[in-house]
T-cell receptor, first 114, second 111 residues
Framework: NAGVTQTPKFQVLKTGQSMTLQCAQDMNHNSMYWYRQDPGMGLRLIYYSASEGTTDKGEVPNGYNVSRLNKREFSLRLESAAPSQTSVYFC?????????????FGSGTRLTVV | KQEVTQIPAALSVPEGENLVLNCSFTDSAIYNLQWFRQDPGKGLTSLLLIQSSQREQTSGRLNASLDKSSGRSTLYIAASQPGDSATYLCAADQAGTALIFGKGTTLSVSS
């Protein structure tokens, strides 16, 4: 069972470079999410997509863009990476916005911006 | 704005001890309360999910309770083992948005 798959697992970027983090789920879930995890800050929501065709900002959206490509895939783009975006990024999915159901997380992408 | 707080931030216990991790949330309009485990450098593993209509859930040595009216959840670990050492995260599924996380309790169980 693949669940939620994130690529890449590790990435080093130079300041100003761009990149896209990929996320795919095979559970036919409606909702998908991007979080970042930083020491002392916990996990914070960047963007989420309640259903295919919709996206909404979370707590820390600045510097990021997202695309819900189809029901399976939800990508996160950094247009001009900054050292403050060094973090571990997690993608998650849930069946119906969490209504009575839990969330499944990917294994994360460790991003370093130098 | 929903805020989730976990107390204590860190806990060290000897093997075999029973322990309780606490989680509080400010907005009772939640769908579920979910507990996760995270090992250093790893992803999140779901431990227990308590739906808003439920009071508790059990899995093996773990028992989680939910009291929406008081904004509290607890995770009880019975007969702790060194393998239980990890960070435990509590997350409230906020109606209309997404999971809101606490900062976690880091547990160390010594043999």
């Amino acid at each position: 069972n693949a669940g939620v798959t994130q690529t890449p697992k590790f990435q080093v970027l130079k300041t100003g470079q761009s990149m896209t983090l990929q996320c795919a789920q095979d559970m036919n879930h409606n909702s998908m999410y991007w979080y970042r995890q930083d020491p002392g800050m916990g996990l914070r929501l960047i963007y989420y997509s309640a259903s295919e065709g919709t996206t909404d900002k979370g707590e820390v959206p600045n510097g990021y863009n997202v695309s819900r490509l189809n029901k399976r895939e939800f990508s996160l783009r950094l247009e001009s990476a900054a050292p403050s975006q060094t973090s571990v990024y997690f993608c998650a999915s849930s069946e119906a916005g969490g209504l009575g159901y839990g969330y499944t997380f990917g294994s994360g992408t460790r991003l370093t911006v130098v | 704005k929903q805020e989730v707080t976990q107390i204590p931030a860190a806990l060290s216990v000897p093997e075999g001890e029973n322990l309780v991790l606490n989680c509080s949330f400010t907005d009772s309009a939640i769908y579920n309360l979910q507990w996760f485990r995270q090992d250093p450098g790893k992803g999140l593993t779901s431990l227990l999910l308590i739906q808003s209509s439920q009071r508790e859930q059990t899995s093996g040595r773990l028992n989680a309770s939910l009291d929406k009216s008081s904004g509290r959840s607890t995770l009880y670990i019975a007969a702790s083992q060194p393998g239980d050492s990890a960070t435990y995260l509590c997350a409230a599924d906020q109606a209309g948005t997404a999971l809101i996380f606490g900062k976690g309790t880091t547990l160390s169980v010594s043999s």
